[in-house]
């Protein structure tokens, strides 16, 4: 096996995670939350998103969760990430000091419609007026349905490379390929991203993946084989898009960390103070999860 040494993992779960839990989560216990995953060495987390607190209610804190963080951890060595939906949202952010935001256009119009009201061609225009009023904010674009659709079904190789070539022709400084409903196989996967690899041999894509399907360690495992070494995930497994039916949650970050470091490839994150915030997770906000190792008992791991 052709695999990385090490892999960036990028925490979601408090943006990604928390938008699918309807009950408000108070804002004191999503800052211990992710207090607790810098504990565990996270070094790049998505905190929120600035979007309508009527699209999103989970997110009307998003202002005061990211002037608590940066105050907080001002001189600590990790990034914070929000999501934004337009240049409003990304203006909101900016004027809050965020160094980074999130982006995202669906490589499905259907699924663009019902995300933002936008095709994806106006979505990049958005995405290009934003590039030029906010020239010092870091863009990671998403690009979503990569694998499939829940509306349009199969998305083509074509379009997928008409999105990277917009991304790039805009300057977007990463590029994140979405499973948005975790239908992709691993021999999809595999071809996918060697197709990707032929035009875009300079782009290091990031993924991230849900688990719908129960799929979503063995299309990691694919994407390790064909170089990619950036991961998003979401503690505990939470997750799912409000604009896509039937989606599971995301990849659960303890179940990653522990096959990536089960096969010596270094993450970073320490298993069992990420299983603390799990746990908490577990007890005070949503109890039934779809990770695995939120469910190992008494598990004593040590440290590689």
Known sequence: MKLPQSVQIIEVGPRDGFQSIKEWIPTELKLQIIDSL?????????????????AIPQMRDAKDIVQTLLQRYSDKDVEFVALVPNLFGAKAAYELDVKEVTYVI??????????????????????????????NLK?????????????EGDISIEQVKWMVKKA?????????????IGVANPKQMHSLLNELKKDFKDVDFALHLHDTRGMGLANVLAALQCGVSRFESAFGGLGGCPFAPGAAGNIASEDLVNMLENMDIKTGVKLEKLLDVVQTLK???????????????????GEK
């Open 38 to 54: 810098i504990e565990a060495n996270f070094k790049k987390i998505e905190i929120t998103s600035f979007v309508h607190p009527k």
């Open 106 to 135: 669906s490589a499905s119009e259907s699924h663009n419609m019902a995300n933002v009201k936008r095709t994806p061609a106006q979505s990049f225009e958005g995405l290009e007026e934003l590039k030029n009023t906010l020239p």
């Open 139 to 151: 863009i990671n674009l998403a690009i979503a349905t990569v694998f499939g659709c829940p509306y």
């Open 168 to 180: 790039l022709h805009v300057e977007v400084d990463s590029i994140t390929l979405a499973d948005t």
């Open 283 to 301: 007890n005070k906000i949503k109890p039934i999860l779809t990770s695995h190792m939120a469910y190992v008992d008494n598990c004593k791991l």
